[in-house]
């Protein structure tokens, strides 16, 4: 077996797709190697051979140290040096990298292979002394503390007290002869720190450093880093060892790194940071400030001509903005690394697009590699100006739970948000937690803050679908209802206020921040156009509201996947015909309060099919169980009985009558309809009349009936029946018709598993995953924020199931319900709505096993689209 790939010279035996086995660094190493750029030759040592160290507790393979011993002779060769020999010294760095870029593991040896016969011959063969013992300093301090765990302390202890000593305040004020005094006393450190002489075998150094990259691998920070960012699967990291070049040899001489495009902004121009007479730690160690990568045009004018076409160069080679650290060597540029550039939202996709435009790449390439689904979000939000100018104003962390910047005057309750908005004023709604009685407030709101709840509390939820920013359960705040304020640390906040949260990262500023509006148009719309080229899965928006409607069809949408009819009955007189309804005690009540509700629903439908007009609109009956639309508290109660002009005594009653133990299983979805089949009538009346209506007006109107929740196809057969009938009726009395489809959504595991009894009587399907999920792992959703941050933080769960589809199982059961759907109805419409239907992976699962579309909220929308279209590429 092979363990280690060379590189050098014009040629290399890796390249850049062999990143599982010679990591990301390696991989790059070798195919800039084999393209011609002047990279320093090396070689590198494969992910397989740490594997094998950590199996087999710190040994080598088989052949690997022969394979090093000839890789070093490699660099030897091409660099017309003998590394360990002091007439004609080569060095070389140690560097490690895995697959995937992962900060944490070990740092950079750099210099490795000096000793005391070598830093001699190299103070010969530069003719330079100083620079030969201030490698050597820099090697004893850098073993020691990367290899030896000899923390740097101790060294620059030793530096500080010498530099004392001569009188000097900097580094470079220390000569040749100072420095050699230096080695002598950071030799003595290591000695009294490790217990051993400093190691004067260049072999010996570079086998150490090599098991000390191995050794970092399973680092306690590695291992962390790989926990939080959910990086699973890799073998370990590959180890280069590579010839060095020396930015410290002087004026002409220097260390850089910078990136090919402007990452913020996207501008096509050289960005980075450069230091002249520099080794590679310096510029970050922080120890002298870096120029602009600009100055080095004035300085080094020729270099930085050529630092531009190489540039250029990797940029058409990788078809990628590229981020690369460089080393000049008096006069001579190196580079010695290359990877794709992270990169804001808007960069993202304005490098997209001027690539396609500068023929870099084709619309396809663009669509598949340049633009992160993540990258989108950013975009369609609100942004602050800047994302570094308040950060002392900082007061407090939560959740990002919703994207976006927000700006407004602080307000305590729903009330208050909707009434200070109808004045016009812009409000920041905090509230402990939200409820759904808190909607109406929640959407007059530019922003929402809690101090508890996770990111599936309700106001993440709500606010996601809404696109609205919010940071949730920030434990930093304490809120006061009765004063209406809130503390964080020191701070006070009173009602109206002004303060500005970022829903991306959490953070909560004190004040008013400038935001900037997102554009639609330009290069996002552009790219879009793109996208859609090469997407085959639909996409459609879960929308409740003409508004929501309007601004998902703006971003794309193609239908409505989920239109909620609940959300309806809790704006401002319709809650009390809902509440009538559901009070009612004989079935005539409960045909007038219904009949009360009808005018509301047929307007809201009628607004919604004209925004969607040409689109199919599916329309959920109502679904949540009647408790959650009655009043809870005595006030209230009070209030209602007032109103309706019953006893209060009666509404109590109702009210514990309603109680159930587990509502989430209780009387709800299809069982409401079953029960009160005079509620499915109502419902199917107001689409088919505003359906109706709106065709006499000449719009294209598709309804699709949607009925939640059920489990056997009996139930369905029940609620379709109710539906046709009342179609028949109103068809009758309106003398006109209009064709509709009549479904379900597949939400209960007995559902999915009897699909094909079930598409006997639906002619679509719609996966809940929501309740799906739910009732697959038998986690309450409104409880599951106890105990699923400690699965996921334990392994016992890998994602939380109600952010990313469980594919293993949840997905199953979505793959099952399909098949068996359409094997008895070939032509069997398969949809799924929830949240999952705007999460990237969850979209290229259902990509996979064949659905129609995905329905998402409208902010997902674009986001999807992407997610589709690189599913399908
Ligand atoms: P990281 O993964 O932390 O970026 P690197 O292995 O890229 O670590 O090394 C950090 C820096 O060390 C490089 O950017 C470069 O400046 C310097 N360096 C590494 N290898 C060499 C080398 N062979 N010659 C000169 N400088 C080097
Ligand atoms: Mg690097
Ligand atoms: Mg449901």
Redesign the pocket.
């Known amino acids: 077996k092979k363990y280690v790939y060379r590189f050098g010279g014009g040629q290399a035996e890796g390249n850049k797709d062999m990143r599982e086995l010679l990591g990301g ?1 390696g991989a790059n190493l070798a195919e800039m190697s084999a393209i011609g750029l002047p990279v ?1 030759p ?1 070689f590198t040592i494969t992910t397989e051979a740490c594997a094998y160290y950590h199996e087999h507790n710190g040994k080598w393979p088989e052949g690997l140290e022969e394979e090093v011993r000839a890789g070093v002779r490699h660099i030897e060769q091409l660099m017309e040096a003998g590394f360990g020999d002091p007439n004609n010294p080569l060095l ?2 140690v ?3 895995a697959a995937l ?1 992962m ?1 944490g593991m070990m ?2 040896v ?1 210099n490795l292979g000096i000793n005391d016969r070598v830093v001699e011959g190299l103070a010969r063969r530069t003719g330079n002394e100083r620079f030969a013992y201030d490698a050597y300093r820099r090697f004893i301090d850098m073993f020691g503390d990367v290899v030896m765990g000899v923390h740097h302390e101790h060294f620059e202890a030793v530096l500080a007290a010498l530099k004392k000593e001569k009188g000097v305040s900097e580094d470079t004020e220390l000569d040749a002869e100072a420095l050699k005094e230096l080695v002598r006393r950071y030799k003595e450190v290591y000695r009294q720190h490790t217990g051993s002489l400093f190691p004067e075998d260049p072999y010996e150094q570079l086998y150490r450093a090599i098991n000390a990259v191995f050794e970092s691998w399973n680092s306690e920070r590695a291992i962390k880093y790989r926990q939080i960012h959910k990086i699973r699967g890799l073998l370990g990291t590959a180890v ?1 060892v ?6 410290n040899m002087g004026e002409r001489s220097g ?1 850089g ?1 910078c990136f090919t495009r402007n990452p913020a902004t996207g501008e096509n121009e050289l960005y980075g940071e450069f230091l002249i007479n520099a ?3 310096d ?2 160690a922080g120890i002298r400030t870096p120029k602009s990568i600009s100055e080095m045009k004035q300085v080094m004018p020729e270099l930085y001509e050529q630092l531009v076409r190489l540039a250029r160069q990797l940029e058409e080679h990788y078809k990628n903005m590229q981020d690369i ?3 000049v060597q008096e006069g001579r540029l ?1 580079i ?2 290359t990877r794709n550039g992270k990169r804001t939202g808007v960069a993202a996709v304005k490098i997209a697009v001027d690539m396609v435009d500068e023929g870099l790449v084709d619309p396809k390439t663009a669509v598949r590699d340049l633009v992160e689904p993540a990258h989108l979000d950013q975009l369609l939000h609100p942004r602050f100006k800047s994302e570094t100018a308040y950060k002392d104003r900082v007061i407090g962390r939560g959740l990002p739970a919703s994207p976006g910047a927000a700006v407004g005057q602080v307000v305590f309750t729903a009330e208050d948000a909707e009434a200070w908005r109808a004045q016009g004023k812009r409000v920041i709604l905090v509230r402990i937690e939200t409820s759904p009685e808190d909607v109406g407030g929640m959407h007059a709101a530019e922003g929402i803050l809690t101090s508890r709840g996770g990111m599936t509390s309700h106001a993440a939820v709500v606010a996601r679908g809404w696109g609205k920013p919010c940071v949730a359960g920030c434990g930093d705040i304490v809120i006061d209802y009765s004063t209406k304020t809130f503390r964080a640390g020191n701070v006070v906040v009173k009602e109206g206020d002004w303060i500005s949260i970022n829903g991306s990262t959490g953070e909560v500023i004190l004040g008013q921040e400038a935001l900037v509006e997102p554009s639609l148009s330009g290069d996002f719309a552009r790219f879009m156009e793109w996208v859609d080229q090469f997407r085959t899965l639909g996409v459609r928006t879960n929308a409740d509201t003409p508004q929501d409607a309007r601004k998902a069809v703006e971003f794309g949408a193609e239908g409505i996947g989920l239109c909620r009819t609940e959300h309806m009955f809790f704006e401002g007189d319709r809650i009390l015909a809902m509440r009538e309804m559901i009070l009612a005690t004989t079935l005539e009540e409960r045909r007038a309060a219904l009949a009360k509700l009808l005018p509301y629903q047929k307007e809201d439908f009628r607004g919604i099919f004209r925004e969607m007009a040409g689109k199919p609109v599916t329309i959920r009956l109502l679904d949540p169980p009647l408790h959650e639309f009655l009043p809870h508290d005595e006030k209230e109660q009070q209030e209602l009985a007032q109103q309706l002009g019953i006893p209060v005594e009666t509404v109590r009653t109702k009210v514990e009558a309603l109680k159930e133990f587990n509502p989430m299983l209780g009387h709800r979805g299809c069982r409401l309809g079953i029960t009160y089949p005079e509620i499915t009538e109502m419902q199917t009346r107001a689409i088919l009349e505003a359906a109706l209506e709106l065709k006499q007006e000449g719009v294209d109107v598709r309804p699709e009936i949607m009925v939640p929740l059920v489990g056997t196809r009996e139930e369905l057969e029940h609620q379709r029946r109710v539906i046709e009938e009342t179609a028949q009726k109103v068809f009758a009395e309106k003398g006109d018709r209009i064709d509709f489809l009549v479904g379900t959504m597949i939400e209960v595991p007995r559902a999915a598993l009897l699909a094909d009894q079930i598409a006997e009587v639906a002619e679509f399907f719609s996966f809940g995953t929501n309740d799906l999920t739910q009732l697959t792992f038998g986690y309450s959703r409104d409880d599951a924020g106890k105990f699923l941050p400690y699965y996921v933080e334990q392994k016992i769960l890998k994602d939380d199931p109600f952010q990313t589809l469980d594919q293993e199982g949840v997905g199953q059961l979505v793959q099952i319900g399909t098949e068996r759907g359409r094997k008895t109805r070939p032509s069997l419409k398969v949809g799924i709505c929830g949240e999952h239907g705007g999460d990237p992976a969850s979209v290229a699962f259902c990509y996979k096993v064949g659905l129609d579309y995905v329905s998402c909220s409208p902010f997902r929308v674009p986001i999807a689209r992407l997610a589709a279209a690189q599913a399908h590429l």
Do not use: I
Not at 242 to 247: K, R, T
């Open positions: 660094k320093p090396g070389v760095s560097r490690s990298g870029s900060p740092d950079t750099l280069n590579q010839a060095m070049v020396f930015g260390t790194v080794q590679g730690e510029v970050v650290e460089f080393t190196f010695l690394q």
